[in-house]
C-alpha cells in the first residue's frame, strides 16, 4: 500500500514516500504528498523540508499504468508549482533512480542530494511522450539547453557524479548516510537563512537557435516516424522564453502525445519487457549462482564485443583464441572498441584501463578452468563446436555454465557433446555485441533452471536484455529474418529494385533496408548456410556465384567504390536479376512501397506464429522484443506481432493467403493459431 509519512528530525520534517516497488507517482501518492507538503508549511516548528524515499529507489516516474486514463488533480506538475511556492527549503534525497515524473520532482525541490550509484533522467520519449511535470523547463535552467537536450530527446540517464558535474545536484552523500547528508544540509540552510534556490526563477542561459534547428534535424534524421523526439526539442526550445509560457506548452505537448498511438504502443514495449523476465516454470527461490569470473572461447569480433561488456560490467574475462595473430587482432579491436565508447560515455582514463585490465588473453583452452561461466565464440560449424565443448567438459569446473554464442546451430547437439548438458545453454549475442542489447537466452532440453536463472540474472547484469527461447534451428530471431531474407529475394525477381526494398522498410521505421543490411553483414554466411541445407534464395545465390558477397568486397546488392560505406545501385546487380528472372520464367513488374511491407512483415509474422504454437517462443511480447532490440523494429510500432494486430489479424491472414495463391507458395499459407485467432475474433494480444 502507498504511504507518505512525515517524520521530524528536530526543526526538520522528512517526508518519506513509501510505494513499492519503485515508489511510482500513483494519483494516491501524489494526493498524500501534496497534503504533507502542506503539512509541513503549515506547522510553525518545522524549518525546512527533506523529500526521502523508502525501499530501493527514489520515485522512477508516474506510475505508468495510471498514464493515459483521466487524470485528477494534484498532479505532478501541480506539486512541482506547491513546491516551487513552498517558503521554506526543500531537499531532495535522491537514491536508486530518479526518473521521469521523479526528477520532475526532485527538480522542483529547492536543493538535491544524491547518493554516489543514483542515476537521474527524463526517460519519457521511450513511452512515446515527453516530461509532463516540468522537466523540459526545469531541465534547461539547471544544466543548459544543450545538455539538457541531449538527456530529454535521448531518454538516457546520467550518474550522480556527473550529475553533480552538470549542477543537477547539489551534492553528494554516502547511501548510508543519505538521509543524514540531507538534513545536515537541510540545518545549514536554515542557519545560514539561505532563500530556497527556485529553478523556476532562473533564465536558460542563451544558446544559438541553431541548436534547436540542427536537434531538429537530427530527431526527424534519426527517429524517423517516432513523434516524441521532435515535440521533446519543441519543448526544450520553448524553455527559452520565460517559465509560464513554456510550462504551457511542454503541457500542452504532453498532453496530446498522451492521447496519441505511440504513447499505447510503448506501453506495451515497456510491460512486454517486465514480462519477459517472468518465466513461469522457473522457481523464484533458486539459490543464486554468482558469476565472478567468465571465459569467452574465440577472439574474432562477436568474442572480442562479448569479452568488452564483460569487462564493462566488471567481471574479470579470459578471452581465449589458440591463434596468436587472431588473439592480437582481437584484442586490439577489442580495445579501440572500448575506447570509443568510453568516450561517447565520458568515461575516465583511469576508469578505461581498469575495465580493460579486467580481460587477460590467452591462448590456452585450459585457461577456463577457473571460470564460473564460458561463452564460446568461435565460427559456425557445428563439429567444431562439438569439439570444444567436448574439451571444456574435461577442463571447465563443476557448477560451471557453458554457453555457445551460436546464432542458429542446434544448441542441444552441443550440449551433446558434453556430460553436463544440464549446465549447457546458448546465449545468443547479437553484432556489435557492446552495443546491441538484446540475448536471447537459449534454454535446450537438459539446461537446469538454475543455470537458466543465473544466466538471465547476468545478461541483466551486463545491462543487457535476456529473452528466453527454444532451441530450433535460428531460435526467433533469425528464424523469422530468414523468412523476411527469402521473401526479399522474391521481391527482386518479380520486379523491384533493391533500392526500392531498402527505402520502402527505411519508410516504414528500420534504421537499414534489407539488402543494405545484408550487405553490411556479408552473404557468403548465409548462402553456406543454405547449401549445407539444400534451400535456394535464387537472386541471393547468383549474386554469390558472381562473388558479390557486400561491403567486404566492395560490391553485393549494391556497388561499394573506394571503401565507401554508402552503397551505389549497380548495373550488374540488375542484369544478374535480370538473368535470374528470365531463368525462372518470371515477368518483372513492378512492387509498390506498400506491398513492399506486407510482404516483408506478414511472413514473419506467420512464421512468428508457428514459434508461438510449437513453444520456441513464449510470449508474443518476447517476438516483439526480440525484432525492436535485435533487429531495428520500430519500437513506436510495437514490435511485428503488436503491428499485425494493428493493422487486424484477420487483414494479415487475407493478404498471406493471397500471396500463397498468387506466388504459389504454401509456405506462406496462414499458419493455424492465426486461423484460429481470427476465427474467434481474437489477435495476438487479445
Ligand atoms: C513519467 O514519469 C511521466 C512524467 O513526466 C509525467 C508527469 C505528469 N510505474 O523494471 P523492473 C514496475 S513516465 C508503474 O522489473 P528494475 C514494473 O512494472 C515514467 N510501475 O525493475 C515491475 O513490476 P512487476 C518515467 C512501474 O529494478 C516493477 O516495477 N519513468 C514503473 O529492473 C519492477 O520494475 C520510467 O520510464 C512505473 N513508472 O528497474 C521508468 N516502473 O514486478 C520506468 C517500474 O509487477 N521504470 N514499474 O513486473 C524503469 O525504468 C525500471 O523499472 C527501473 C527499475 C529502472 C525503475
Redesign the pocket.
Same mark, same amino acid.
Given at each position: 500500500m502507498a504511504e507518505v509519512r512525515l517524520e521530524r528530525a528536530g526543526e526538520i520534517a522528512i517526508i518519506e514516500i513509501d510505494n513499492p !516497488?519503485?515508489n511510482? *507517482?500513483s494519483h494516491a501518492v501524489r494526493a498524500a504528498l501534496a497534503s504533507r507538503i502542506d503539512e509541513a508549511m503549515t506547522d510553525d516548528a518545522v524549518k525546512a523540508v527533506v523529500i526521502t524515499c523508502a525501499g =530501493?529507489?527514489f520515485v #522512477?516516474?508516474?506510475?505508468?499504468?495510471e *498514464?493515459g486514463k483521466p =487524470?485528477s488533480p494534484p %498532479?505532478?506538475?501541480d506539486i512541482a508549482a506547491q513546491l516551487d511556492d513552498c517558503a521554506k527549503p526543500v531537499v531532495a534525497a535522491i537514491h /536508486?533512480?530518479a %526518473?521521469? /515524473? /521523479?526528477l @520532475?520532482l526532485a527538480l522542483a525541490c529547492h536543493w538535491r542530494v544524491a547518493a554516489p550509484d543514483a542515476r537521474l533522467g %527524463? !526517460? @519519457?520519449v521511450? *513511452?512515446g +511522450? +515527453? !516530461?509532463? /511535470?516540468g522537466?523540459t523547463q526545469r531541465l534547461p535552467r539547471a544544466i543548459g539547453a544543450k545538455p539538457a537536450l541531449d538527456l530529454i530527446v535521448s531518454g538516457d540517464t546520467i550518474g550522480a557524479q556527473a550529475a553533480l558535474e552538470a549542477g543537477l545536484v547539489d551534492a553528494l552523500a554516502t547511501r548510508d548516510d543519505l538521509r543524514a547528508t540531507a538534513v545536515a544540509l537541510a540545518r545549514r540552510i536554515v542557519a545560514e537563512k539561505r532563500p530556497p534556490k527556485r529553478l523556476r526563477d532562473r533564465a536558460v542561459p542563451p544558446v544559438p537557435a541553431e541548436l534547436f534547428t540542427r536537434a531538429r534535424s537530427d530527431a526527424a534524421r534519426r527517429y524517423r516516424g517516432f513523434e516524441a523526439p521532435l515535440k521533446a526539442v519543441d519543448a526544450v526550445a520553448a524553455s527559452m522564453t520565460c517559465f509560464d509560457d513554456g510550462l504551457k506548452r511542454e503541457q500542452a505537448i &504532453?498532453a496530446e502525445l498522451l492521447r496519441g498511438p505511440q504513447f499505447g504502443t510503448l506501453r506495451h514495449v &515497456? &510491460?512486454a @519487457? =517486465?514480462?519477459a #523476465?517472468?518465466i513461469s516454470d522457473l522457481p523464484t527461490d533458486l539459490p543464486p549462482r554468482e558469476i565472478a569470473q567468465a571465459a569467452i572461447v574465440g577472439a574474432g569480433t562477436m568474442g572480442g564485443g562479448i569479452a568488452l561488456c564483460f569487462a564493462d560490467a566488471g567481471i574479470p574475462v579470459t578471452l581465449i583464441d589458440s591463434d596468436r595473430a587472431a588473439l592480437e587482432r582481437g584484442l586490439a579491436a577489442l580495445r579501440r572498441n572500448f575506447e570509443s565508447s568510453a568516450r561517447r560515455r565520458n568515461l575516465p582514463a583511469a576508469e578505461l584501463d581498469k575495465r580493460l585490465g579486467l580481460i587477460k588473453p590467452s591462448l590456452r583452452l585450459a585457461d577456463a578452468a577457473s571460470a564460473d561461466l564460458v561463452v564460446e565464440a568461435v565460427f559456425e560449424d557445428l563439429p567444431l563446436k562439438q569439439s570444444i565443448f567436448g574439451k571444456l567438459d574435461e577442463i571447465a569446473k563443476p557448477g560451471a555454465i557453458l554457453a555457445t554464442n551460436t546464432s542458429y546451430q542446434d544448441v542441444n547437439l552441443i550440449a551433446a557433446a558434453t556430460k553436463r548438458p544440464a549446465d549447457v545453454l546458448g546465449l545468443h549475442f547479437f553484432s556489435p555485441a557492446h552495443v546491441m542489447r538484446l540475448v536471447e537466452v537459449v534454454r535446450a532440453s537438459a539446461t537446469a533452471p538454475a543455470v537458466l536463472a543465473a544466466s538471465l540474472a547476468l545478461v =541483466?547484469k551486463l545491462r543487457k536484455l535476456p529473452v528466453v527461447v527454444g532451441a530450433a534451428p535460428g531460435f526467433v530471431g533469425n528464424r523469422m529474418l530468414f523468412e523476411r531474407a527469402r521473401e526479399a529475394d522474391r521481391l527482386l525477381r518479380d520486379g523491384a529494385l533493391p533500392r526500392d526494398v531498402d527505402q520502402a522498410m527505411v519508410e516504414f521505421g528500420f534504421p537499414m533496408g534489407p539488402f543494405a543490411a545484408t550487405d553490411l553483414a556479408g552473404l557468403d554466411i548465409s548462402w553456406r548456410m543454405r547449401k549445407a541445407r539444400g534451400i535456394s534464395f535464387p537472386v541471393a545465390d547468383a549474386l554469390c556465384e558472381a562473388g558479390r558477397f557486400g561491403q567486404k568486397t566492395g560490391k553485393g546488392y549494391y556497388r561499394y567504390d573506394g571503401g565507401s560505406r554508402d552503397g551505389m545501385a549497380d548495373d550488374e546487380t540488375e542484369r544478374i536479376v535480370a538473368s535470374v528472372r528470365e531463368r525462372l520464367g518470371v515477368t518483372s513488374r513492378p512492387v509498390a512501397a506498400g506491398v513492399i511491407v506486407e510482404r516483408l512483415i506478414y511472413p514473419m509474422v506467420n512464421q512468428a506464429a508457428r514459434l508461438l504454437e510449437s513453444g520456441v517462443a513464449l510470449r508474443p511480447g518476447d517476438i516483439d522484443l526480440i525484432w525492436i532490440n535485435g533487429y531495428g523494429f520500430p519500437a513506436w510500432r510495437g514490435g511485428p506481432m503488436f503491428y499485425a494486430d494493428q493493422v487486424g489479424l484477420a487483414n494479415v491472414r487475407d493478404r498471406l493467403a493471397h500471396l500463397a495463391r498468387e506466388l504459389g507458395e504454401k509456405a506462406l499459407a496462414p499458419a493455424p493459431l492465426i486461423e484460429r485467432r481470427v476465427k474467434e475474433g481474437r489477435g495476438f494480444y487479445s
Open positions: !516497488p519503485v511510482a *507517482l =530501493r529507489t #522512477a516516474g508516474a506510475d505508468i499504468n *498514464l =487524470r %498532479l505532478t506538475v /536508486g533512480t %526518473l521521469g /515524473g /521523479g @520532475e %527524463l !526517460p @519519457e521511450k *513511452l +511522450i +515527453i !516530461p509532463g /511535470g522537466g &504532453f &515497456f &510491460f @519487457e =517486465r514480462e #523476465a517472468k =541483466r
